[in-house]
């Protein structure tokens, strides 16, 4: 994946601007850059996926929304949510160049009561472990029919804010109420990332 210099000068503005600037520098951490590398390469399968509208639950900083911008997929929309209000103008930052084109929004909301402005062909929850498993379903019955899923957990229960690890990817599957299309997993240093993509049943 090539990054545009324009895009990564944005990142550096993001995290100077940043009131944490350690908690902004997180998104950096080498297991997330390879945990987004794995879901972007994971939908490089799906050609459908070129001029989609996107979105992302648990966008946090905004880095997945600009790595997939930066990569082949030809993404036209993403909307990146987050409940922490403090993500909007650090997402927003790094994607500046995309917003300002009209193609990226960053929204502070609760994934569970967010209301759909837009209808995504895409849905990407990388956030499954930060929320109750009631969360999960209610977030996922909000889904709009006919959207592709795509979802990541892992096995990092020693992490405060993880409150719906899952002990292997099997249960990760069984959890997640999905028409399974495509699995995989990716072993880290200190956990395994589970990924799967689908549609939810009726």
């Known amino acids: 994946m ?15 601007n940043s ?5 902004t520098l997180e998104s950096f951490w080498g297991g997330q ?21 996107v979105v992302i639950f648990g966008g946090w900083n905004g880095l997945l929304s600009s790595m997939i911008f930066n990569s082949e997929l030809g993404i036209k929309h993403i909307t990146s949510v987050d409940i922490d209000p403090k993500c909007k103008e650090i997402a927003t930052t790094m994607n500046k160049r995309q917003e ?31 929320i109750t498993r009631d969360q999960y379903n209610q977030w996922l019955e909000n889904v ?11 096995n990092y229960f020693d992490h405060p804010e993880h409150i719906n ?22 072993k880290l240093e200190k956990y395994t990332r589970f990924m799967i993509i689908g549609r939810k049943d009726k």
């Open 2 to 16: 090539k990054i545009e210099i324009e895009d990564i000068k944005f990142w550096m503005d993001a995290i100077r």
């Open 19 to 23: 009131e944490d600037r350690d908690r």
């Open 33 to 53: 850059i390879q945990s987004k590398l794995f879901l972007i390469d994971a939908l490089e399968k799906h050609k459908q996926i070129r001029n989609a509208e």
């Open 100 to 130: 300002i084109e009209g193609r990226f929004e960053a929204v502070t909301a609760d994934m569970v009561t967010y209301e759909y402005t837009r209808h995504p062909y895409f849905i990407i929850n990388t956030s499954c472990e930060h």
């Open 144 to 154: 709009p029919e006919g959207c592709q899923i795509i979802l990541q957990s892992n």
């Open 165 to 186: 690890c899952c002990e292997d990817l099997q249960q990760f599957k069984t959890r997640s109420k999905l028409r399974i299309t495509d699995e995989a997993e990716l």
